[in-house]
Every structure is written in C-alpha cells, then in structure tokens.
C-alpha cells in the first residue's frame, strides 16, 4: 500500500519556523514530481511548493516566496517544507503530493498529482 505521511505540523506564533517532512512508504518517488499543498479553512486548496524530481525546477506560489524552501532527499525518499517567518495566514492543513510518473516535471494542477498523505495542521497565532 502506498502511503504519503505528513509530519512536523503545531501551533507557532507569527514569525517562527516549522519543516514539515512527507514521507513515502510503499514505493519510491525519488523519480517523480512532488509538493505541498495547504487548505485554509473556507478557502480552496492551493499548490505553495513543487519541485520536479531531481530538484532542479521548483515552484512557489507568490504569497509564500522568500519564507518556504522545498527541498528532497531522494536517497531518504522524503520531501521537506521549511517554513519560515510564519504568518498567521499560513495557517492551514498543509498535504503532500506526489506524480505517479517517471522523471516528471512539476504539476501545476492539483488533479495531476496521483498520490496524497492526510495533511498536517500547522497553526500560526498573532
């Protein structure tokens, strides 16, 4: 069975840091596409991070440039999200996502990523 599981998630006050950590258990994507993802309470979804699967492409949506760095250990099979400088809108159940195909490229749209974890909660207070 494959599985994606989120760790590193908590309640900070505005300006502190959290890494998050996905982990896959099942198969490797060392190969494949991945990112983070967060969902805020009454909002959509929304794609903060990707990189494709050796790293050398990275995305990061606007609102989160200059404080989040996604980074991969393909060895380690792990994906991390170092969020720094952490406001109160960050706050949200952030997930991990990964493509099912070999040597890919980042995925912009949600629907293209095969495989999710269940989310953690990072919490962000003024």
């Known amino acids: 069975q494959v599985q994606l599981v989120e760790s590193g998630g908590g309640l900070v006050q505005a300006g502190a840091s959290l890494r998050l950590t996905c982990t896959a258990s099942?198969?490797?994507?060392?190969?494949?596409?991945m990112a983070w993802l967060r969902q805020a309470p009454g909002k959509d979804r929304e794609i903060v991070a990707a990189?494709?699967?050796?790293?050398?492409?990275?995305y990061y949506a606007d609102s989160v440039k200059g404080r989040l760095t996604i980074s991969r250990d393909n060895a380690k099979g792990t994906v991390y999200l170092q969020m720094n400088s952490l406001k109160p809108e960050d706050t949200a159940v952030y997930y991990c996502?990964?493509?099912?195909?070999?040597?890919?490229?980042?995925?912009?749209?949600?629907?293209?990523?095969?495989?999710w974890g269940q989310g953690t909660q990072v919490t962000v207070s003024s």
């Open positions: 996502a990964a493509d099912s195909h070999y040597m890919s490229h980042y995925k912009m749209n949600e629907y293209e990523y095969d495989y």
């Open positions: 990189i494709n699967w050796n790293g050398d492409f990275i």
């Open positions: 099942g198969r490797t994507f060392s190969s494949s596409a």
